[in-house]
């Protein structure tokens, strides 16, 4: 039975979550005339039999209240799922526009987009129609600071076998992942809320720290609704009453004002808080056997109790924190039970079992939304394959690559190998033939192989690299650089990194293009006999045919490759296929004229 595709399965989520909401919203109307009609029945109940009983009028009013807030938060609940599936019908609209490769309008990761980077840059790891914007999918800020960084610097080894278990396993989890997403999307978790709730735990418990406290408030508490009972039942005068309620209230002012600097410090996160506890019990509750998940879990536990149970404990606290902005929460809660004091002690006592452990929270979400994001990668693209590496140095040798941003309908593969060390491979070509292309299909298939990710290719074995690349060059008006001094200040990086005897892979694309012909060319020439002496490996396109007979002089050291045009007439056919040798097709005067430039 053949497996059905990517767009198909989008499209069968669509509609059952589109059946779904449909549900929800009818669902939605039928308990807001339930909230409608119970609040008629009980005012009319009420009134009934308070005009005929007096006082037990009341009690239809505390059963119709109950009723109603059991229904509130039926509707609660209900919206709740109406939003979740609106966004799950978005995500899977979203993925279909992507299998399209209408991907402009999605974040492109420019904030993480470093000034100065080995490759980033060259390859357009972030910005627009950059590899981010296509391929990320995480909504924390976490999750997409770890893709950028995974992206940036390559994983170990062991690290990318692990995490390709861990993604061939996630998935299949296609519902599973979606609605991790989901639950990220409804309410973005920053930075700045770990940052905030990272500085409280690192704080000391200053107040309410002695063990005497709880004690004082429960016989506090007990002594304060005391006398409001006997106060109800006419043991205590109400003038009496009156001035010990403000003796309570006068004591719970005093008591309660060092807990104003903590709750302003934890304001605000609540929501973020709420999304943290979805996300983590979401990824406790799903058993997985990857070793690399489990690990995360593992290091997201506190002992017996799970992550979730903390975090939904914190939740709670902060709640129940928020009464103090009220006016019950002022007059009621904290005159008679000092309810200010009592959050106090509990968000201490939370603090003293979870200070090392909240990180581990962030993290993880933040590590399941990458395997998520690379999972969604190997589900679209079945066809791309997962890279294997070896600890020869230094190997290159990939099947069918091709450039994963270039539509899968007008991309064009080509293999290529280089192995060993002191191996230049120099490409030839014709203008627009698609040199640069190539250089950037190996450099980008290069990241997402080292970030654990499937590459572009039928088969890829390669080993730990360090990629290097200078390709695209700009001058800098602000440190007052010219385009052929920012070359320079590159290529002085990568030769400094050589001379480490780092295991760098470099890609060069249009040597010293900045100065003139002869000093361009005699500089291409010593540069390379460079990387050769120093046993680097480079892959080299120039438009210097020259470079290629340096083959005689270092063998097979230098490997020629070209890629050639078709020329009929004045109109010019491409193939974008690597070929071995050098090129012997030019372009650049035919294109020259039409332009209008008048060649003799």
């Not at 990318?160 to 519902?175: F, L």
């Not at 704080?203 to 002594?223: L, M, N, R, T, V």
């Not at 230094?394 to 293999?415: M, Q, Y």
Request: hydrophobic share 45%.
């Amino acid at each position: 039975m053949q497996e059905q595709s990517p767009g198909t399965t989008y499209k069968k989520l669509i509609y059952k979550h589109q059946a779904h909401l449909k549900e929800l919203l009818q669902k939605r109307n039928r308990l807001g005339w339930g909230r409608l009609f119970v609040f008629l029945l009980t005012a009319f109940i009420a009134y009934k039999l308070f005009v005929s009983a007096g006082l037990i009028g009341l009690i239809p009013i505390v059963i119709g209240f109950g009723l109603l807030l059991y229904l509130i938060s039926l509707d609660t609940t209900n919206n709740n799922q109406i939003i979740n599936c609106k966004t799950l019908i978005k995500i899977n609209e979203e993925e279909l526009q992507v299998l399209e490769d209408n991907y402009m309008q999605r974040e492109n990761g420019n904030s993480f987009a470093p000034e100065q980077h080995d490759y980033a840059n060259d390859l357009d790891l972030f910005g627009h129609a950059s590899l981010f914007q296509w391929l990320n999918r995480c909504h924390t800020e976490q999750g997409r600071m770890l893709l950028a960084e995974n992206l940036l610097h390559p994983l170990p080894v062991s690290i990318i076998m692990q995490r390709q278990e861990a993604i061939k396993e996630v998935t299949h989890e296609i519902e599973w992942r979606q609605q991790l997403q989901s639950y990220a999307v409804q309410t973005a978790v920053t930075i700045k809320t770990q940052e905030k709730a990272a500085a409280w735990l690192k704080e000391g418990d200053i107040h309410y720290k002695s063990s005497a406290w709880k004690p004082f408030y429960i016989i506090y508490s007990f002594i304060t609704l005391g006398s409001l009972v006997a106060t109800i039942f006419g043991y205590i005068p109400v003038p009496f009453f009156t001035s010990l309620y403000l003796l309570y209230f006068t004591i719970s002012i005093i008591l309660s004002r060092n807990t104003a600097e903590p709750y302003i410090q934890l304001s605000g996160i609540v929501e973020e808080i709420a999304t943290l506890h979805l996300l983590v019990k979401w990824i406790e509750d799903k058993p997985f056997q990857s070793s690399l998940v489990n690990q995360y879990k593992q290091q997201a536990g506190t002992g017996e109790a799970k992550a979730a149970g903390n975090i939904k404990e914190l939740k709670k606290i902060l709640d129940r924190f928020d009464l103090r902005v009220s006016i019950v929460g002022r007059l009621f809660f904290n005159a008679f039970l000092l309810w200010d004091v009592r959050q106090m002690i509990a968000l201490n006592e939370w603090r003293s079992r979870n200070r090392q452990h909240l990180n581990h929270w962030f993290n993880m979400v933040a590590a399941m939304e990458v395997l998520h994001t690379l999972a969604t990668l190997h589900f679209n693209h079945k066809d791309w394959a997962f890279p294997s590496f070896t600890n020869q140095h230094l190997v290159f040798d990939g099947k069918k690559i091709g450039h994963p941003l270039i539509p899968a309908r007008s991309r064009v593969t080509n293999d290529f190998d280089i192995k060993g060390t002191g191996v230049i491979g120099l490409i030839t070509g014709s203008n627009m033939a698609g040199k640069s292309t190539f250089l950037r299909s190996i450099g980008v298939n290069v990241v997402l192989a080292q970030a654990g990710a499937p590459v572009c290719a039928d088969s890829l074995t390669l080993s730990p690299v360090c990629l290097m690349s200078s390709m695209r060059i700009a001058d800098n008006l602000a440190e007052n650089t010219s385009t052929f001094y920012a070359e320079l200040k590159k290529l002085k990086t990568i030769i400094e990194a050589v001379n480490r005897h780092e295991p760098v892979f470099i890609l060069l694309d249009e040597i010293l293009r900045g100065t003139n012909s002869m000093d361009r060319h005699k500089g291409s020439q010593a540069l390379i006999a460079q990387l050769v002496k120093q046993n680097a490996v480079a892959v080299i396109a120039t438009h210097d045919l020259e470079l290629a007979k340096m083959e005689k002089q270092f063998g097979t050291s230098i490997e020629n490759y070209h890629f050639d045009v078709q020329v009929e007439g004045e109109e010019l056919y491409f193939d974008y296929k690597l070929k071995e040798g050098v090129c012997t097709s030019l372009n650049a005067s035919i294109l020259m004229k039409k332009i209008g430039i008048e060649l003799q």
